[in-house]
């Protein structure tokens, strides 16, 4: 069994916050990049952030920067998603992807089944 495991979703009104986790089981994340992705209702999936498998390099989408932050506990087999002042066009199914280059390289060779952000008042 090779699989990631997303949670953390729900309901929360614009200004929220909510902290997503993403869970590797049947293998090590040490090795691996993690990226967020999202995809709304109608709309193409678009990268939101990634992390180097050392953690020592971010990438976070213009889109969310300033209000997400992306981090990773080795230790926990999880990587994390801090999102501050979500706003209704945050509203998406989210998923995260492992890349076993590393770096944040595409493709990705692992995706979990994605957890749901509904950002509403």
């Known amino acids: 069994q090779v699989q990631l495991v997303e949670s953390g979703g729900g309901l929360v009104q614009p200004g929220g916050s909510l902290r997503l986790s993403c869970t590797a089981s049947g293998f090590n994340l040490d090795n691996y990049a993690i990226g967020w992705f999202r995809q709304a209702p109608g709309k193409e999936r678009e990268g939101v952030a990634c992390?180097?498998?050392?953690?020592?390099?971010?990438y976070v989408a213009d889109s969310v920067n300033g209000r997400f932050t992306i981090s990773r506990d080795n230790a926990q087999n999880t990587v994390y998603l801090q999102m501050n002042r979500l706003k209704p066009k945050d509203t998406a199914v989210y998923y995260c992807?492992?890349?076993?280059?590393?770096?944040?390289?595409?493709?990705?060779?692992?995706w979990g089944q994605g957890t749901q952000v509904t950002v509403s008042s």
């Open positions: 992807a492992a890349d076993v280059s590393g770096i944040c390289n595409i493709p990705y060779d692992y």
């Open positions: 992390i180097s498998s050392s953690g020592d390099s971010t």
